[in-house]
Structures are given as structure tokens and as C-alpha cells.
């Protein structure tokens, strides 16, 4: 079924690929697949081999409210990212694949935009919601890219803790601050 | 000429491909290829079509001093990759290359390290300027991979000024002030 899935996902986009047809393409009933994985998300979760349910992670962040709520992002993907010793993180497969090939940059951009900026348009009550949100991601992808993909030095080694003081305050201004020209605040 | 240097480059890295044998593999003269391109960093850029170079465009975005320089390297970086219509930029490519195989992935690495950051960390005179240049990095190859590669709404839309407002003071911010836990600010 996970071979199916990933099969369907990179060849049709996320939005295309159906339970149904995944379940047909490995020849079991859709029932089971929803039964075992409960949601398309969470089948592309398991298929793409992320560790964790991003709309979970972000109800996770955003509970306690928009203070320090960029200083909790930038923490919890750098936790996600840093992937057990010896063991490639699927973000950075996941990211390799959305570079190499139209298909796999189709998925990506559906899943994020559907699912990951969609979640957090819904959650933040600001104007331009969409806009800061792709924003944020624009920092997040290519903290990925630097650090775990092409790993430029000395970012490849700064500790955690660093980081999220460097990257924080960024994620928190792209949601909150001005961030267009003559731009009313979030606070307006 | 070009072509053999994009092998070379590709295959061998920034570092390991010398003029020389670049000239041998095109069976031409190395003070031919010294002639026409100067520098090795002129001849990456020639045969990866980028549009400029970088030590010129980093010493005309310093010349100006410290005080809205992330303001002026998003607005320059922006102008840059907005490649003529209907043609892809020689950065996109760039980056898809250096996602997709190793070789290419530690060929950016080297031309970044040492021509880009070395530049920038030579120029600014701020402690810990190698690790405030590769968080610049992050954030100018996220925007270049979520807007031009991946190409998120809205940031793939979204009007130079606008992305200039919100990505300047970033880039502002991890060039001159705090960007590490306890760290003093650059003007200590």
C-alpha cells in the first residue's frame, strides 16, 4: 500500500491520488487503507516516511497562542528534522525528489499548500494569512535545503538552540509584522 | 569550452577543477581560457548561464555600508533570479542540479563557501560573520526554491517590493544582531 501510495502521490499530485485509487493500484480494499492510516495525510505521512502528522504539529504549536509562536515553530522542525544517527530524514528526500522532477514538485507544492499552509491560514487570525504563511515556509525550506541537504558550514553544525534564536524572530515577524509595502500591522 | 567545464565542475567540484585541466578537456589552450573569462568564478558563472558575479554584485552591495544592506541584497538577489520571460533562470537550474546528485550538491557547496560567504564574511566586519552569512544563505535559497522551483502562492506572485519589505530586515537582522543564544550584539 505505501509503495502504491508513493507511486500515485509522485506520479498524480496529492490532490489527485485517492485512498481509493491507491487501495486499487496495491489491490486491497480502501476500507483497510483508511482503517490502518485513517486519512490521506496520514498515508502521505507513512508513505513519504515524515515523522509526523504536520496538521497535528501545527494544532500543536498554535494551542498557546501567537506569542514566541515563531520561536515554537522554528524548534519543533529542527527537533523533526534532526533524524536519528545514520538515517536520512524524509523531509530531505522528500525535498531532493520535489527538486529533480515536475511530478514530485507538483505533490510537494499541493500537499504544503493544502494541507501544512491551509491549516495555518485557518488557525492565525491575520490579514494575508496565505501570504505570511508561504513566507515562513520560504525560511523553513531553505533551512532544510543549507543545513540538511547541501550542509553549509558553520549552519550544518550550530546547535539547536542557536538556531532557534537566529530563525524564531523571523517566522515570528513573517506572521505577525508588516511584511508588504504600507502594509497595515497584524495588530491594526 | 563551457561545456567542458560544466563536466568538470559537476564531476570534480568548485574546488578540484582548475583551468587548466578544464582547457585540456576541450582540447584548447589554458591562456585561451585565462582570455576570455578572466577567473574561475567567471567561468562557473559563464557555463552555469548565471546572470551575474557574485564577488561584483557583493562588493557593489557592501560599497554602502552596513545600514540597509539586507534591504539591498533582497532587492538585488530578487532582480537577479527574475529571469526574461519564458526563460529559466541559470539559478533554478543550478539548484535543481545541486538537489538532485551529489557531485552537483558539493559543487554549490564549495562555490558558495568560498566565493560567496568568503566574500561576505571578508567584507563585514561583525563577529561570527561566516554563520550570519549562512543563515542569509538559508533564507535567499528558500525564497529561490519556493518561489521559482516549487513556485507556492502567493509568494511566487507576490510584487519584488512587497518580498523587499518583508525578507530585507531578515536578512538585516542575522547580518548585524543577535543570532545565537547569549551572543552580543555586533555593535559590542
New interface residues.
Partial sequence: VLEAARRRFAGHGYEAATIRAIAADAGVDPALVHHFYGSKEQLFVAAMHLRAVPSQLIARMVRDGPDRLGERIARSVLELWDAPQGQESGVVAL??S???NDAA?RM??EF??STV?GLIVDVLEVPDA??RA??V???????????Y???????AS??L??LV???G??LQ??LTE????G?ATAGD
Avoid: C, F, N
Fill in positions: 525535498l531532493r520535489a527538486m529533480t514538485t510537494l507544492k504544503v499548500t499552509l496565505a501570504y508561504s513566507l515556509a520560504s525560511q523553513l525550506v531553505g533551512l532544510g535545503v543549507v543545513k541537504v547541501v550542509r553549509i558550514e558553520p549552519l550550530t546547535p538552540e542557536d534564536v537566529a530563525i524572530p523571523t515577524r513573517y508588516d511584511v508588504r509595502v502594509a
